[in-house]
Protein backbone atom coordinates (compact mmCIF):
# COMPACT_ATOMS: atom_id res chain seq x y z
CA UNK A 1 0.00 0.00 0.00
CA UNK A 2 1.46 3.16 -0.55
CA UNK A 3 -1.40 5.47 -0.71
CA UNK A 4 -4.35 5.46 1.62
CA UNK A 5 -7.54 7.01 2.01
CA UNK A 6 -7.35 8.14 5.62
CA UNK A 7 -10.83 8.61 6.51
CA UNK A 8 -11.84 5.46 5.16
CA UNK A 9 -8.65 3.78 6.14
CA UNK A 10 -9.27 5.10 10.03
CA UNK A 11 -13.19 4.21 10.16
CA UNK A 12 -12.54 0.68 8.68
CA UNK A 13 -9.83 -0.09 11.46
CA UNK A 14 -7.51 -1.26 8.99
CA UNK A 15 -4.10 -1.64 9.37
CA UNK A 16 -1.26 -1.59 7.12
CA UNK A 17 3.25 -1.79 8.03
CA UNK A 18 5.65 -1.57 5.36
CA UNK A 19 9.47 -0.36 5.29
CA UNK A 20 10.75 2.57 4.14
CA UNK A 21 14.75 3.38 2.79
CA UNK A 22 15.48 6.45 4.51
CA UNK A 23 17.75 7.54 1.55
CA UNK A 24 14.43 8.53 -0.08
CA UNK A 25 13.14 10.92 2.24
CA UNK A 26 14.22 13.89 0.45
CA UNK A 27 12.87 16.42 3.48
CA UNK A 28 14.39 13.96 6.27
CA UNK A 29 17.82 14.10 4.14
CA UNK A 30 18.05 17.84 3.73
CA UNK A 31 17.76 18.15 7.57
CA UNK A 32 20.13 15.71 8.84
CA UNK A 33 22.68 16.40 6.14
CA UNK A 34 22.87 13.21 5.52
CA UNK A 35 20.61 10.13 6.22
CA UNK A 36 20.32 6.20 5.81
CA UNK A 37 18.98 3.23 7.34
CA UNK A 38 15.81 1.47 7.17
CA UNK A 39 12.65 2.67 8.89
CA UNK A 40 9.74 0.15 9.84
CA UNK A 41 6.19 1.21 10.51
CA UNK A 42 2.68 0.15 11.26
CA UNK A 43 -0.32 2.61 10.83
CA UNK A 44 -3.15 1.34 12.29
CA UNK A 45 -6.56 3.28 12.19
CA UNK A 46 -9.55 4.34 14.31
CA UNK A 47 -12.31 6.27 15.73
CA UNK A 48 -11.67 7.99 18.94
CA UNK A 49 -14.33 8.71 21.84
CA UNK A 50 -14.86 12.45 20.17
CA UNK A 51 -15.78 10.31 16.99
CA UNK A 52 -12.66 11.91 15.21
CA UNK A 53 -10.93 9.53 12.53
CA UNK A 54 -6.96 9.06 14.33
CA UNK A 55 -4.08 7.13 12.76
CA UNK A 56 -2.15 5.46 15.28
CA UNK A 57 1.63 5.51 13.72
CA UNK A 58 4.62 3.39 14.85
CA UNK A 59 7.49 4.17 13.50
CA UNK A 60 10.69 2.07 14.52
CA UNK A 61 14.20 1.58 13.31
CA UNK A 62 17.93 2.61 13.19
CA UNK A 63 19.28 5.29 11.11
CA UNK A 64 22.87 6.89 10.43
CA UNK A 65 23.58 10.76 10.03
CA UNK A 66 26.08 12.72 11.09
CA UNK A 67 27.02 14.11 14.64
CA UNK A 68 26.59 17.60 14.55
CA UNK A 69 29.54 17.88 17.07
CA UNK A 70 32.22 16.19 15.45
CA UNK A 71 30.67 15.39 12.06
CA UNK A 72 31.35 11.74 12.71
CA UNK A 73 29.11 9.41 12.00
CA UNK A 74 25.89 8.29 14.35
CA UNK A 75 23.35 5.71 14.35
CA UNK A 76 19.97 7.12 16.20
CA UNK A 77 17.15 5.17 17.01
CA UNK A 78 13.60 5.81 16.27
CA UNK A 79 11.53 3.84 18.18
CA UNK A 80 8.11 6.46 18.38
CA UNK A 81 4.46 5.71 17.96
CA UNK A 82 2.26 8.64 18.27
CA UNK A 83 -2.02 8.76 17.36
CA UNK A 84 -2.68 11.49 14.46
CA UNK A 85 -6.52 12.94 14.37
CA UNK A 86 -7.70 13.61 11.02
CA UNK A 87 -9.00 16.83 10.39
CA UNK A 88 -11.34 17.99 7.90
CA UNK A 89 -10.22 21.39 7.55
CA UNK A 90 -6.87 23.22 7.79
CA UNK A 91 -8.69 25.91 10.52
CA UNK A 92 -10.49 23.07 12.26
CA UNK A 93 -6.54 21.22 12.75
CA UNK A 94 -5.26 24.67 14.07
CA UNK A 95 -7.51 25.24 16.00
CA UNK A 96 -7.34 21.53 17.57
CA UNK A 97 -3.38 21.83 17.74
CA UNK A 98 -2.99 25.85 18.61
CA UNK A 99 -6.37 27.16 19.65
CA UNK A 100 -6.98 28.20 23.31
CA UNK A 101 -8.40 24.80 23.58
CA UNK A 102 -6.23 23.05 22.02
CA UNK A 103 -6.34 19.08 22.88
CA UNK A 104 -4.04 17.79 20.10
CA UNK A 105 -0.56 18.28 19.39
CA UNK A 106 -0.18 16.66 16.04
CA UNK A 107 -2.67 16.35 12.95
CA UNK A 108 -3.21 15.45 9.40
CA UNK A 109 -5.82 16.61 7.13
CA UNK A 110 -8.50 14.33 5.51
CA UNK A 111 -6.75 12.93 2.56
CA UNK A 112 -8.06 10.38 -0.11
CA UNK A 113 -4.75 9.67 -1.10
CA UNK A 114 -2.15 9.81 1.53
CA UNK A 115 1.07 9.55 0.61
CA UNK A 116 2.28 7.12 3.42
CA UNK A 117 6.28 7.62 2.58
CA UNK A 118 5.30 11.23 3.02
CA UNK A 119 3.49 10.80 6.20
CA UNK A 120 5.95 8.33 8.09
CA UNK A 121 8.35 11.48 7.02
CA UNK A 122 6.53 13.88 8.79
CA UNK A 123 7.05 11.43 11.94
CA UNK A 124 10.29 10.94 11.61
CA UNK A 125 11.24 14.55 11.00
CA UNK A 126 9.07 15.66 14.64
CA UNK A 127 10.37 12.42 16.31
CA UNK A 128 14.44 13.73 15.23
CA UNK A 129 16.31 15.36 17.72
CA UNK A 130 16.87 19.05 16.56
CA UNK A 131 20.86 18.59 17.16
CA UNK A 132 21.69 14.92 16.81
CA UNK A 133 25.29 14.41 18.76
CA UNK A 134 27.08 11.76 20.52
CA UNK A 135 26.38 11.36 24.33
CA UNK A 136 30.52 12.66 24.27
CA UNK A 137 32.49 13.75 21.65
CA UNK A 138 34.77 16.28 20.95
CA UNK A 139 33.47 19.11 19.38
CA UNK A 140 34.99 20.30 15.95
CA UNK A 141 36.93 23.38 16.38
CA UNK A 142 36.90 25.41 13.13
CA UNK A 143 33.13 26.59 13.60
CA UNK A 144 31.92 29.35 15.68
CA UNK A 145 28.56 27.54 16.02
CA UNK A 146 29.31 23.70 16.91
CA UNK A 147 26.19 23.05 18.28
CA UNK A 148 23.82 24.43 15.49
CA UNK A 149 22.18 22.23 13.77
CA UNK A 150 23.03 24.00 10.62
CA UNK A 151 26.68 24.33 11.11
CA UNK A 152 27.65 21.85 8.76
CA UNK A 153 25.70 23.70 6.04
CA UNK A 154 28.23 26.46 6.34
CA UNK A 155 30.96 24.44 5.70
ZN1 LIG B 1 30.11 13.40 17.85
Known amino acids: ?3 IDNVDFAKKL ?3 SGNIDTQNLIRAS ?3 EELSGNLQYTISGYINNKNKPVLTVQVCGKIMTLCQNCL ?3 DISIDCTNDVPIFYTESDMDNAIFGDEAEYTDGVLADAHLYIQSF ?3 ELIMSLPIAP ?3 TCEPITY ?3 PD ?3 SVLTK
Open 143 to 145: HDK
Open 14 to 16: QTT
Open 120 to 122: IED
Open 133 to 135: KHE
Open 30 to 32: ELL
Open 1 to 3: MKY
Open 148 to 150: SPF
Open 72 to 74: EKL
